[in-house]
């Protein structure tokens, strides 16, 4: 049965423990439902789960291949006094339902024949580990993968890699970087781990792990000349939105679903808690500038964007915007959702 707002429970056929602080959650779609549920390699989830009566929402990247598993499979790693992480990490059982929505993100390759050249820190490896399978299964090129640790207890998916690396010798390079040895990733690592590929251009970028990690690799991988539309970068939290900022913007004008709304700005928020603070039921998954779904066009002033891993240059000139990383530059703005 769906849930109105598109959810559905799917039940839980496995939990799997990975390491000491995370686990995977395996979820039978049932029979019906398969194409509601088709995903791409990179994509994820948003779970919707009630911890003590309260609801909250979080996305989880799959961890399984489209191309090899029927089953859906995400992977969740505490994170440090996070609800969800935990309530999941601590309570999810086999047999237990949990509410789904459908796979989005465009964490996705284009193109399988290309070389991968992946870097994941910490549970960042979940949508790579994904996108390594079905680059290894589906597709041609070579795949690297550098991945970033704090210590050797908390690699998730280690000895699977290992298998992967030593079945597919001739197209896989596994190298792991523990930050208890050798300190945080730098540019130089990054440099290092790049330095043999013969046409830096003719591969593609997969980033994901935690901001500072990924703000690294992006640093290092633009600085060698890698082309900006082919790395792609999934992050899973957001930064914090500046509060103290002053603002010279007094209204805001929303269009959504044939309602006009106008509502004083709140210095702080981003276009999206302003439609939400508005009464409107504004389209949002990621809310970290990822995913795409919250995007709205400005037609009148203008805005900043926070974080933006969703729209290319030309959209941002033409006024579109991730309405959760945006906050509005101009005495009035308004902007449009599709
Ligand atoms: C597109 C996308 C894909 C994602 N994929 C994955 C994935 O595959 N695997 C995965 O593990 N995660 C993934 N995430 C992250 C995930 O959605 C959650 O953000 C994460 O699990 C934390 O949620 P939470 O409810 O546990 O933490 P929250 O309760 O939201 O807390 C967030 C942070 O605040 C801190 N905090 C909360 N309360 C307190 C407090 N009282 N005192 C001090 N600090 C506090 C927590 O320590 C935590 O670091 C993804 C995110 C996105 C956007
Ligand atoms: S909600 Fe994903 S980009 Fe805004």
Redesign the pocket.
């Known amino acids: 049965m769906n849930t109105p707002e598109g959810f559905v429970p799917l039940r839980i056929k496995d939990v799997v423990r990975e390491t000491g602080d995370?686990m995977s959650l395996v979820l039978d779609v049932p029979t019906g439902q398969e194409s509601r549920f088709s995903y791409r390699a990179g994509q994820?989830l948003t779970l919707r789960v009630s911890v003590d009566g309260q609801e909250?929402r979080?996305?989880?990247?799959m961890?399984s291949s489209p191309v090899l598993q029927r089953d859906l499979r995400?992977?969740?790693?505490?994170?440090?006094?996070?609800?969800?992480?935990?309530w999941l990490n601590d309570h999810a059982a086999p047999g237990d339902h949990v509410d789904v929505g459908t796979p989005e993100?465009r964490f996705v390759r284009s193109e399988s024949s290309r070389e991968l050249v992946a870097f994941a820190g910490g549970?960042g490896i979940?949508?790579v580990f994904s996108l390594i399978q079905t680059a290894l299964a589906a597709g041609s090129g070579r795949v690297r993968l550098l991945y970033a640790n704090r210590a050797a207890g908390t690699i998730i998916f280690k000895d699977a890699l290992g298998g992967l690396a030593a079945s597919h010798a001739d197209r896989l390079t596994v190298r792991h970087h523990l930050d208890d040895e050798r300190g945080v990733v730098t540019e130089r690592v990054v440099r290092d781990f790049i330095a043999d590929i013969v046409d830096v251009t003719a591969a593609d970028y997969f980033v994901c792990g935690p901001g500072p990690f990924m703000d690294t690799v992006e640093t290092a991988l633009l600085a060698a000349g890698i082309p900006a539309d082919q790395l792609y970068l999934?992050?899973?939290?957001a930064a914090p939105v500046p509060t103290d900022e002053p603002s010279i913007t007094e209204s805001v004008t929303i269009e959504l679903d044939r309602q006009t709304v106008t509502v004083d700005y709140r210095p702080g928020h981003t276009l999206l808690q302003m439609a939400r603070m508005a009464g409107l039921k504004a389209p949002s998954s990621?809310?970290?500038g990822?995913?795409g779904t919250c995007i709205a066009q400005v037609t009148e002033g203008s805005a900043r964007l926070l974080n933006n891993d969703a729209l290319d240059d030309d959209e941002v000139a033409e006024g579109f915007v991730v309405t959760c990383q945006a906050l509005p530059t101009s005495r009035t703005v308004r902007f449009v959702y599709e």
């Open positions: 995370a994820y909250f979080r996305c989880y990247s961890s995400v992977t969740v790693k505490r994170d440090g006094r996070g609800v969800v992480s935990n993100g549970s979940t949508p999934e992050r899973f939290t990621c809310e970290t990822s995913c």
